[in-house]
């Protein structure tokens, strides 16, 4: 059990299971972090290491303070091959994923993707993703002035849409205005599939949604990390047309990693469609083949037809 709060009120919440994990003997750390950048740590071990999907019932308790903006950190570990018998001790790193307490405690119980250090969420031995299923735990102690965490209500909508694209801001703003405009006249229940990097962003635009509803789900990746390189800012000041036919070419070689993923959360919820951008059009194709869900393009930049015409 993580105490996310050293007085009353507190909110404290339990790693219950690791679900899908490219390997087992699997260990998961767990730490908050403060305004200060101070980590409070605890290490969690599985109860059965022979298995990629384990349980966890070890409760350990650390001390914090409950505050919206701090940040719970959850890594997962293997073990080592050596016999060890000391709490903490770790071989290699498989992923982490990192959520503000305010999103966190939100929900009663919340399922996490793992990602790994290039932000692409970790896929384990069946190639699905990997996640860490954690839930809350004593609710009679949760800071009274937070809302009370509660499951997603039910509610019924004309249409469920799922919008994927990835990239800089400028390829994200108008997919969320989109969704925004989908939701709030017609109704409709959208799922905003794009990297981690503009969550906490989109959260804040919809947060005062009049209709409709919009949820988040992550794709992996982070599009903006890669451009800051040395050479990816040379390839982009080019004015070459072959180099701009080759950025375009790696863009979407890049943002393939994410189909994994994106065919999860597709496959898991059913949409009665699917939009897309330019550089996600392969991965919607294969949506739409497999699992029969109908696709539309939303194409905002001249990739194909020369700017002069």
């Not at 990097?197 to 949604?209: I, N, S, V």
Request: aromatic share 8%; hydrophobic share 40%.
């Amino acid at each position: 059990v993580c105490h996310l709060g050293a007085s009353q009120p507190t909110v404290r919440a339990r790693v219950e299971q690791a679900m899908n994990m490219p390997e087992m003997h699997i260990v998961v750390e767990a730490a908050i972090k403060d305004d200060d950048q101070t980590r409070h740590t605890f290490i969690i071990e599985a109860d059965d290491p022979h298995t990629h999907s384990p349980a966890f019932s070890n409760a350990t308790a650390i001390g914090g303070v409950a505050d919206p903006d701090n940040v719970v950190v959850l890594t997962v570990y293997t073990k080592p091959s050596s016999k060890w018998e000391a709490v903490g001790q770790r071989s290699s790193q498989i992923g982490s994923t990192e959520w503000r307490v305010g999103d966190f405690a939100r929900r009663p119980v919340r399922v996490f993707p793992i990602f790994d250090h290039s932000a692409n969420v970790v896929l384990g031995k069946d190639g699905k993703p990997a996640f860490l299923r954690i839930a809350l735990v004593d609710l009679d102690t949760f800071p009274r002035n937070w809302p009370v965490p509660r499951p997603l209500p039910e509610e019924t909508f004309p249409k469920h849409l799922m919008i994927i694209t990835r990239g800089t801001r400028g390829d994200i703003q108008p997919f969320a205005a989109l969704a925004k405009g989908l939701a709030e006249r017609l109704n409709y229940k959208i799922t905003l599939c794009t990297e981690m990097r503009y969550k906490d962003g989109l959260h804040k635009t919809f947060a005062k949604l009049k209709r409709g509803r919009i949820q988040f789900r992550p794709t992996g990746g982070d599009t903006t990390k890669k451009i800051e390189s040395t050479v990816s800012k040379k390839a982009m000041s080019s004015k070459s047309e072959l180099m701009q036919s080759m950025m375009l070419s790696r863009s979407e070689a890049e943002f393939f990693g994410s189909e994994p993923t994106i065919f999860h959360w597709a496959d898991t919820m059913r949409p009665d469609g699917l939009i897309y951008g330019f550089t996600m059009a392969n991965i919607a194709m294969i949506v739409t083949e497999a699992l029969n869900i109908p696709i539309v393009g939303f194409i905002l930049q001249p990739s194909i037809i020369p700017s002069k015409e």
